[in-house]
């Protein structure tokens, strides 16, 4: 496997653990472990964050603010 390719598993990892972790959050009862999943959630986010931009950096994944530019005419 290339960097890109483990880059890019790297990161749908953390994007489907966030999402799961999101789940479970709000799904909670237990106040003690809904606070536990929502350190998680924090910590894992972070890391996709740190991944996200190791593959900017590396132009593994390109952002276009195109979109961003449209917003401010409105």
Do not use: W
Not at 18 to 45: G, I, M, P, Y
């Amino acid at each position: 496997m290339q960097d890109k390719e483990i880059l890019e598993d790297l990161l749908n990892d953390e994007k489907e653990l966030s999402s799961l972790l999101n789940t479970f959050a709000c799904e909670c009862a237990n106040v003690k472990l809904k606070n536990l999943f929502l350190n998680l959630l924090d910590t894992t986010q972070a890391n996709q964050q740190k991944v996200f931009n190791m593959m900017q950096n590396n132009g593994y994944y390109p952002v276009s603010y195109t979109h961003l530019r449209a917003h401010e005419t409105l």
